[in-house]
């Protein structure tokens, strides 16, 4: 069973950047897909990015061009550089990976 574990969220100020990461335990993460979602309050969940074991990315048109995905799969950790940063980007920001959800960091974007 993976755990995962995020880490690198906090406030930053509109055009601003943070880099997200996911420390994932266990033995599957190099073999697995591993996406980042998103939930603003009083909003579902949703998709933000998703890459493949092998590094295809893919993104939600909101971040396009803002936010890149990536992986190291020698450190089983995931990350998820975000760049431009604005209001509407404020959301409890989860690493997911087969079956398993991380807690969750905050990111609150806000002048």
């Known amino acids: 069973q993976v755990q995962l574990v995020e880490s690198g969220g906090g406030l930053v100020q509109p055009g601003g950047s943070l880099r997200l990461s996911c420390a994932a335990s266990g033995s599957i993460f190099s073999i697995s897909a591993m996406a980042w979602y998103r939930q603003a309050p009083g909003k579902q969940r949703e998709l933000v990015a998703v890459i493949s074991s092998g590094g295809t990315a893919n993104y939600a048109d909101s971040v396009k061009g803002r936010f890149t995905i990536s992986r190291d799969n020698a450190k089983n950790t995931g990350y998820l550089q975000m760049n431009s940063l604005k209001p509407e980007d404020t959301a409890v920001y989860y690493c997911?990976?087969?079956?398993?959800w991380g807690k969750g960091t905050q990111v609150t974007v806000s002048s």
């Open positions: 997911h990976v087969g079956y398993t």
